[in-house]
T-cell receptor, first 116, second 111 residues
Framework: DAGVTQSPTHLIKTRGQQVTLRCSPK?????VSWYQQALGQGPQFIFQ???????QRGNFPDRFSGHQFPNYSSELNVNALLLGDSALYLC???????????????FGPGTRLTVL | QQQVKQSPQSLIVQKGGISIINCAYE??????FPWYQQFPGKGPALLIA?????SEKKEGRFTISFNKSAKQFSLHIMDSQPGDSATYFC??????????FGSGTRLQVQP
């Protein structure tokens, strides 16, 4: 049973460029959440996708956008990259079952984005 | 507004000792409290989790103690080993919302 996978592992971009990160959830999971983790800090929530729609969003500008596909995989897009976007981008998957019940979120290895 | 406060920021423990990390939360809607372990360059790995209707949960050398009235919970690592050296994050979540993480504790277990 494959866990959460992310690609690419590392990425180097320059300011102003655009980037797309990809995530495949754990088998049986239907919900994908994206987090940004700056060096030495805890992960910060970007947004969550369920049933191919953005279900909730954290305090991130609309330069950050995403998509979920019918097979539950997801993409994170960041436009007009800034130096401050350099971070580890984490994807977490979970299964949305009973309403109001929190479920375990499993994280992928992350994509290390460096903006020069 | 930081909704989950974690302490200490760093911790040094001798091999075989007990590591204790504390967290406090503000949002009474939180209903699930996981702990994650993260090694450098890796994603966080779910270690153990608890729901507020339980005061303690133990899995191997790892125990969560939960105090609902004080809005506090802690992770105890018994018989700490050098392989436990990592950064530990407490987190909390309400319903189907996003995880809110603490600031992390860097644990170093000395041989």
């Amino acid at each position: 049973d494959a866990g959460v996978t992310q690609s690419p592992t590392h990425l180097i971009k320059t300011r102003g460029q655009q980037v797309t990160l990809r995530c495949s959830p754990k088998s049986g999971h239907d919900t994908v959440s994206w987090y940004q983790q700056a060096l030495g800090q805890g992960p910060q929530f970007i947004f969550q996708y369920y049933e191919e729609e953005e279900r909730q969003r954290g305090n991130f500008p609309d330069r950050f956008s995403g998509h979920q596909f019918p097979n539950y995989s997801s993409e994170l897009n960041v436009n007009a990259l800034l130096l401050g976007d350099s971070a580890l981008y984490l994807c977490a998957s979970s299964f949305t079952q009973n309403l109001g019940v929190s479920n375990e979120q499993f994280f992928g290895p992350g994509t290390r984005l460096t903006v020069l | 507004q930081q909704q989950v406060k974690q302490s200490p920021q760093s911790l040094i423990v001798q091999k075989g000792g007990i590591s204790i990390i504390n967290c406090a939360y503000e949002n009474t809607a939180f209903d699930y409290f996981p702990w994650y372990q993260q090694f450098p360059g890796k994603g966080p790995a779910l270690l153990i989790a608890i729901r507020p209707d339980v005061s303690e949960k133990k899995e191997g050398r790892f125990t969560i103690s939960f105090n609902k009235s004080a809005k506090q919970f802690s992770l105890h690592i018994m018989d700490s080993q050098p392989g436990d050296s990592a950064t530990y994050f407490c987190a909390a979540i309400a319903g189907r919302r996003a995880l809110t993480f603490g600031s992390g504790t860097r644990l170093q277990v000395q041989p």
